[in-house]
């Protein structure tokens, strides 16, 4: 037959991951209307590959058979082949990732499926070997097989694709019949949810599950923090304490150059997968945060300030966006072969020839196992296994000394690894993953004090705000690369900058990023709000008709879209006018799924933990003045309160006059409505759930009062009688 695509079209497309397809013989097409067009029009059925830049196994089916002439010619003739990255259509990869997880339980990327012209799936895998081995069918033998099944037993082959499309829409659209009689769930579902975390916990190494690959899991860490907070249980902070550790002392953590690795292949957490991710550096520095607030360890503190000299430093634009990846491969300089961790890993004699003195490389080694045998394809991925303590006795020195020597190795051997071929950066600016290294440094900022910190995030801010948002239409798009523009933002998109430019109000009591994340807050419900349904969906109403309009609701390896915008909306609730309805939006996702966040709690830990704010109420820390006394910061920052809002303002009424003018609101809302500062001093009002402290000008009593309205234990008061340990 005719070939139905005439050319490879990746070479016109700005993401990194199309554009390293861009001169495979196989005549890739984007996700458009053209390559769907021409489906129709030829009747034939869609080959639909799935990566991302970073993906080590898209890189693999890419050499063995995307760059293969045989390959080629049988993808070609015979279907429309269509390149996608995931980054960019989260929508397209979860409709048909839940589809491979419902028909083989499991999935990964590269993800390969085979979809009649209407998009709708019949077959479906991650990665396939060009010939067959290990019993793993050959992709080959599965593209002639297809081929012939299309043209031989079509309606074998069409009644497989509406079945799998039914069950993907029952999977990711439908919801309830009725929820006339639910209620949102109670915080009884965060502690269920922390309930089960503790007993997925990996006692001995930290971590979640028994065996590898180890996830980071940030969104069960937040559970963990929230739900001790609560309830106070001893075991809920120390299963948090364990992998944290785990993570910042183990090979997913980069002693060298600061920040995380994508996962560990291993139970240990020795050998990362290499590539760093920018929504990882987001949201583990986050959860090290609340650890930091809830135990005072400053190594949880110095891990977060390094994380985010490693972001300024390798994934930030010049003019103050985030880029998202930093491949897991690098030449190796004396094969000249790209090879994953090369840029990473070292061997003992590496280490002597950079450090030259003897017992400097010595103590590097012993510190963070540099070994003859290696921990990876026989160099060294650095893991810190002996305490400052240890090498202190062993070595015979002081151990100020100690320390020392390691920070000067340190340095010079990231000074040496700097002159390695580096991996490559996708620099692309997602609106999504931007909103939560926005929020990270908001908070950096307030919990550690460090006012650059609120700067970078500011300037991320208004990058991501001139170059994706159009103020005029009330539309964000997903991404920015070079000047070109692309993707109807998502409801991920939204809420996740949301509430960033919540966190950016609270850091640095500017109003115009309220005013932001309010005209975001209303376009999610104008786009995603679903009445009827109940519900808040992931694709905009306006936008492109996919086989199903999903909706997220589990954690993954970022935040549920919903539950961050669930968790937004009532936030920005008190700031709301009187037409709106933020907190009802809210509450009635949550009452929509009841069901299925009791039934499985910790799948659904940011609705768990949107629950639970809805229920606690928010803790409202009203300021009234020009600037927030450093003292009160210091204050506030040193305890754990996960569902603080500062809620700044002008302390005078003149001044917050203007602010109501520029949100445009006929009258100040009751977060700030009354609570000027009380004789031209800064004043405090601490309000949890509608009750409220007396106006104070000493933080000291305002604490004092909290700590008699919250329904927190304090550490002090901590029990043990949680549930047993199954370990």
């Not at 929020?439 to 208004?462: H, W």
């Not at 006018?577 to 996702?589: C, K, L, N, P, Q």
């Amino acid at each position: 037959m005719d070939q139905p695509t005439e050319r490879n079209r990746l070479d016109e497309e700005e993401s990194p991951y199309l554009r390293q397809h861009a001169d495979n013989p196989v005549n890739w097409q984007p996700w458009d209307e053209q390559a769907l067009e021409t489906a129709r029009e030829h009747d034939v059925p869609i080959f639909l590959s799935i990566g991302y830049s970073a993906c080590h196994w898209c890189h693999v089916m890419e050499d063995e058979s995307f760059a293969d002439d045989e390959v080629a010619d049988m993808l070609n003739e015979n279907f429309v082949p269509i390149k996608v990255d995931r980054e960019e259509r989260p929508d397209v990869d979860s409709i048909y990732m839940t589809v491979c997880q419902l028909v083989t339980s499991r999935g990964g990327w590269p993800l390969s499926a085979w979809l009649t012209p209407e998009g709708k799936p019949f077959h479906i895998g991650t990665y396939f070997p060009k010939e067959s081995k290990r019993g793993q069918p050959g992709f080959l033998d599965i593209l002639e097989r297809l081929a012939e099944t299309w043209e031989t037993d079509r309606d074998e082959v069409e009644n497989r694709a509406q079945q799998w499309t039914d069950a993907a829409t029952d999977q990711l659209e439908e919801t309830p019949d009725t929820v006339a009689a639910a209620e949102p769930p109670s915080s009884d579902a965060l502690e269920a949810a922390a309930d089960t975390a503790v007993r997925s916990a990996d006692r001995q190494y930290g971590g979640f599950g028994s065996g590898g690959p180890k996830f980071p899991q940030p969104s069960r860490l937040r559970v963990l923090a929230r739900a001790f907070d609560r309830m106070g249980r001893a075991e809920y902070l120390e299963v948090l304490e364990e992998s944290l550790d785990a993570m910042i002392d183990g090979g997913l953590y980069d002693h060298v150059g600061g920040g995380f690795h994508r996962y560990c292949v291993d139970r240990d957490w020795t050998v990362p997968h290499f590539e760093k991710m920018l929504y990882d550096n987001a949201e583990i520095p986050r959860a090290l945060l609340a650890g930091y607030q809830l135990t005072g360890d400053e190594r949880y503190a110095e891990t977060v300030a390094e994380t985010l000299e490693f972001v300024e430093r390798e994934l930030t634009h010049d003019e103050g966006g985030f880029f998202s990846t930093l491949d897991a491969q690098s030449e190796d300089p004396e094969t000249g072969e790209r090879e994953e961790g090369a840029f990473f890993v070292w061997t003992p004699e590496e280490v002597s020839e950079v450090l030259e003195d003897e017992t400097d490389a010595d103590l590097f080694c012993a510190r963070y196992d540099i070994t003859e045998s290696g921990n990876f394809e026989g160099q060294n991925q650095p893991n810190r296994v002996q305490s400052i303590s240890s090498l202190a006795e062993e070595f015979d020195l002081e151990e100020s000394d100690v320390e020392t020597r390691l920070e000067a190795a340190r340095e010079r051997l990231f000074e040496a690894r700097e002159q390695r071929p580096r991996p490559n950066r996708d620099e692309k600016v997602l609106a999504s993953w931007n909103g939560l290294m926005i929020a990270t440094y908001a908070e950096a900022a307030l919990v550690l004090g460090e006012d650059e910190y609120a700067e970078t995030a500011v300037d991320a801010l208004e990058f991501v705000r001139d170059r994706l948002w159009d103020a005029d239409e009330k539309r964000l798009s997903r991404r920015y690369k070079d000047e070109d523009v692309a993707v109807d933002g998502y409801l991920e998109d939204y809420a996740f900058l949301a509430r960033a430019a919540v966190g950016c109000y609270e850091a640095t009591g500017e109003v115009d990023h309220l005013a932001f994340a309010l005209e975001l807050a209303r376009t999610i419900e104008a786009e995603f709000w679903d009445a009827e349904a109940g519900t808040l969906y992931f694709t905009p109403e306006s936008g492109e008709s996919l086989v199903t309009r999903p909706q997220e609701l589990n954690d993954q390896s970022t935040p549920s879209a919903a539950g961050v915008a669930v968790e937004t909306l009532l936030a920005l609730d008190g700031f709301a006018g009187d037409s709106e309805a933020f907190e009802a939006i809210a509450s009635t996702v949550l009452e929509t799924h009841a069901n299925r966040i009791e039934a499985n709690p910790l799948q659904h830990a940011s609705l768990c933990l949107a629950a639970d704010r809805l229920e606690s109420g928010a803790l409202e820390i009203t300021v009234a003045a020009d600037e927030l006394p450093d003292t009160w910061r210091d204050r506030f920052a040193e305890t754990y309160h996960p569902d603080r809002l500062f809620a700044r303002r002008p302390p005078t009424a003149d001044g917050l006059e203007a602010w109501l003018e520029q949100l445009g609101l006929a009258d100040a809302p009751a977060i700030w409505a009354g609570r000027e500062a009380r004789d031209g001093e800064p004043t405090l009002y601490v309000c949890r759930g509608r009750t409220c402290s007396p106006p104070t000008r000493d933080v000291e009593d305002a604490l004092e009062w909290l700590g008699g309205n919250t329904s927190a234990t304090t550490a002090d008061e901590t029990t043990s009688d949680g549930p047993e340990s199954p370990f």
